[in-house]
């Protein structure tokens, strides 16, 4: 893709990164954070310098799905004075978490202005040199912080995950609604269904579309974008993610095949 300046750059920060990509979800509990960690490390596996920002102020997942629970991160100083916040480096790629700087067990009752003033110290504030994508995992649904986010910074475009299931099918179409808004208008990079179907070890052979067939694609054609791909669900996934080490790190794992595929869509 190239990338599309839609709004003003308001950070130099920002002057050295190519890409800006949303991935953005309807609902909670998609796969959202999942999609988002491993796309990032399929794009830096091809060679891609890659940053992740997770800006889900309600349930920041990198921390865990990056192995860093306890990391903080370090700032420097510039020559002209201002302070810079080090994003944490893991498999390659940048990190920047709103979870790096709350405490893990404490809930962080965030009113609108004060999340958006912090998510956007992760943009402006932070030392993110020259990336070919910085990868910004959204909240679930529409808020202040999509509004910040897509008002304040120039994004090539939103990457949308959802699972086939109607319910979730139902707010995802809310979601792709708001990035074609008049003043947003961010592009569309398409659809990654998650979650597609289940395939039992001891029966390979057999497909069950547990969460209904097709949804994602059906969504994605009824809006005209691409369809990215479908991600089955698989307990080592869950499993990675919890293990702060994402499936696609493991090379010998067909996924990380799929993930490296869906990246190449979105390249
Ligand atoms: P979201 O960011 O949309 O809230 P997460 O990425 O945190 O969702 O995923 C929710 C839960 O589902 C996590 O425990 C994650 O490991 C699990 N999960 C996500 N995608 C899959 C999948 N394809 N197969 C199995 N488990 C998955």
Sequence with gaps: ITSRVTKPVDSSQLDNIKNIILVSSGKGGVGKSTVASNLAI?????????????ADIYGPSVPTMFGLIDAKPNARETAAGKTLILPIEKYGIK?????????????VPWRGPMASNAIKQLFNDAD?????????DL?????????????????????????PQQVALADTRKGLQMFRMPGINIPI???????AYFTPAELPDNRYYIFGRNGGRALASGF?????????IVQSITEAGDKGA???????????????????RVA
């Design 42 to 54: 399929a794009l830096a596996a091809d060679g891609a310098k890659v940053g992740l920002i997770d």
């Design 95 to 107: 990190l920047l978490s709103l979870g790096f700087f709350a405490d893990p067990n404490q809930p």
């Design 128 to 136: 993110w040199g020259e990336l070919d994508y910085l990868i910004v």
């Design 139 to 163: 909240p679930p649904g529409t808020g202040d912080i999509h509004i910040t986010i897509t008002q304040s910074f120039p994004i090539a475009g939103a990457v949308i995950v959802t699972t």
């Design 189 to 195: 990079l398409g659809v990654i269904e998650n979650m």
């Design 224 to 232: 005209e974008v691409p369809f990215l791909g479908e991600i089955p």
């Design 246 to 264: 994402p499936i696609a790190l493991n090379l010998e794992s067909p996924l990380a095949a799929v993930f490296s595929e869906i990246a190449g």
